[in-house]
């Protein structure tokens, strides 16, 4: 039997014609602290992320879970459970406050919390995925005034970094970013002295810059008070490096839900409903830094 020439050219163009795909980065990462490990792996793109990540406890495993970001005017925002194939959904603006819920309100605590930085270029340089990263040392030096809920504290970070041209320009770091630090002291009642209070935050940068992080280790050390108002000073150490990063063209497909997951409110599995869906690696540093606020 002959077959025409344009219906074996259709043939072979149905089974070779690839995935519908957008140009980004895959970024896999490994952090541990003391007996806490994540491992996450982030696909991203222009307008878009896929962040997936399975935390483990010592002999403890969560299940597999997965966040989508779909980046827009308001961001488009799903946690999903993929051993249940159940996730949830909700809209934050841009600067991540979820849509439709108002935003708990805090007040002036009357203190200022003085933030130091300092890169120091060790001058160490080696390849790190096709990319020449630069040895730097951070040291971090955080000094609570009068009336400050925040706690001092010191910290040095030790790290290799990448040109963070390699991500796109919403995920890179902001030279004037200075964040928000809302000191709490982990109060869970409104009887507090610095409950829902905030800092002033001045924050003093030196050195160089950095980059992208592909391998740090930070050392903490803060002073801690006791009930009985004794205080010493803790120290905890945590790091990160990221095990595999590739640049290229990334298949739509993970950036949708699949069909077959149903949505709900809430995940079963999730500890922390929405709206403020964190990576198990994302909780854990929320409590280290609320315990030395």
């Not at 957008?22 to 602290?33: A, E, L, P, Y």
């Not at 051993?83 to 605590?109: F, N």
Request: glycine share 6%; charged share 25%; proline share 6%.
């Amino acid at each position: 039997m002959n077959i025409p020439l344009a219906t074996m050219l259709l043939v072979v163009t149905t089974f070779t014609s690839p995935a519908p795909s957008v140009n980004g980065v895959k970024i896999v990462t490994r952090q541990v602290t003391a007996g806490f490990t994540d491992t996450r792996t982030e696909y991203l793109a222009a307008d878009r992320l896929r962040n997936e990540w399975q935390s483990q406890m010592r002999d403890r495993t969560g299940p597999p879970m997965a966040t989508i970001i779909l980046r827009g005017e308001h961001n488009r925002v799903f946690v999903l459970d993929m051993q249940a194939h159940e996730y949830t959904s909700y809209e934050t603006d841009t600067r991540g406050t979820t849509v439709g819920i108002k935003p708990r309100p805090t007040i002036d605590s009357g203190g200022t919390l003085q933030i130091w930085i300092e890169n120091t270029d060790t001058g160490e340089r080696k390849e790190i995925f096709g990319h020449m990263a630069r040895h730097i040392i951070t040291h971090e030096r955080r000094v609570a005034g009068p009336k400050a809920c925040s706690k001092p504290s010191e910290s040095e970070t030790d790290g290799w970094y990448i040109d963070g041209a390699i991500l796109p320009e919403w995920r890179r770091d902001k030279k004037d970013s200075l964040g928000v630090v809302v000191a709490t002291e982990v109060s869970a009642a409104s009887t507090d002295k610095c409950y829902n209070k905030m800092d002033k935050i001045e924050v003093h940068r030196s050195g160089t810059e950095t980059g992208f992080p592909v391998k740090v280790l930070t050392t903490l050390r803060s002073q801690v008070t006791e009930a009985d108002g004794t205080q010493h000073m803790l120290s905890s150490t945590w790091g990160s490096e990221v095990v595999e990063l590739q640049e290229g063209p990334l298949e739509l497909s993970l950036f949708e839900v699949p069909k077959d997951f149903q949505r709900v409110d809430v995940l079963k599995s999730w500890a922390v409903p929405p709206p403020r869906p964190l990576t198990g690696w994302e909780w854990f540093k929320e409590k280290v830094q609320e315990f030395f606020r």
